[in-house]
């Protein structure tokens, strides 16, 4: 494909949390975690009764996780999935309900004994709140550096607000929680773009990555990197993950 069919890409419809377009195609790859957070999910909702789910996107990933324990709640604070959400999620009893911060969760003291969180905000004082004693907190997040060669190519600052957000932190935070570590781990796998119009749709769905990203703002630097493509075969970037498994 030309570069200006390409520049195209970004018109297409993005709901919930869904990248398949891109990811089960293969025109983007990310590289192997030693972990599998969905795994570690999994077997922790067997043994639950009252789990959580923050920030759980269209629900694509946590309908994927069945069978449910007897009762399950999943927040979702960005509006336009809330019904992508509701219609994923509800039929399979589970409750999805609006929050606005994550700082104040609408849950009285104690509701779970499991908590489940994949790249959502959290504050450890308000997971402990609504948490179990005894009840798990299993979180993966992406850290600070993630994928900053993007803002290097298009020559935009990354937000200096998540620079920090990294293991150590999101542990320091947990402990004065006071929660117990169980198990923290953090990588930096690669992530390939193998066409410029995968990275386009990728930069619309993540817009904390370039904030008010738009194709012919930056056209003259997506041409390079299109051309860094067709030389390559792929643009490469380096992911940052860490996860956490947090006993209250």
Avoid at 92 to 121: K, M, R, Y
Avoid at 221 to 244: C, D, P, S, T
Wanted: aromatic content about 12%; glycine content about 8%.
């Amino acid at each position: 494909m030309k570069f200006e069919e390409y520049m195209k890409e970004v018109e297409r419809p993005f709901t919930g949390w869904d990248f398949s377009s891109i990811t089960e195609t293969g025109r983007m790859q990310s590289g192997l975690l030693s972990w599998s957070y969905g795994s570690m999910a999994h077997a922790l909702i067997s043994d639950s009764a009252s789990m959580l789910d923050m920030g759980t996107g269209g629900g694509e990933f946590l309908s994927k996780l069945q069978p449910f324990p007897a009762s399950v709640t999943a927040t979702e604070g960005y509006e336009p999935n809330v019904s992508v959400a509701k219609n994923k999620l509800e039929p399979l009893g589970v409750t999805v309900v609006p929050v606005d911060n994550d700082a104040e969760l609408p849950f009285p003291d104690g509701t779970f004994d499991l908590i489940l969180n994949q790249h959502e905000s959290f504050d450890p004082e308000e997971v402990s709140r609504i948490l179990k004693e005894g009840g798990l907190f299993l979180t993966q997040q992406v850290g600070g550096l993630d994928c900053l060669r993007i803002n290097e190519a298009l020559g935009v600052k990354p937000n200096e607000e998540y620079l920090q957000w990294n293991l150590s932190n999101a542990l320091h935070g947990l402990e004065e929680a006071g929660f117990t570590i169980l198990f923290a781990k953090e990588e930096h796998p690669s992530q390939r773009f193998y066409d410029i119009g995968a990275l386009m749709y990728y930069l619309k769905a993540i817009p904390w990555q370039v904030p008010d990203f738009a194709p012919d703002l930056f056209k003259e630097r997506l041409l390079m990197i299109h051309n860094e493509i067709a030389e390559k075969g792929y643009f490469e970037v380096k992911q940052h993950r860490f996860v956490v498994k947090a006993g209250k």
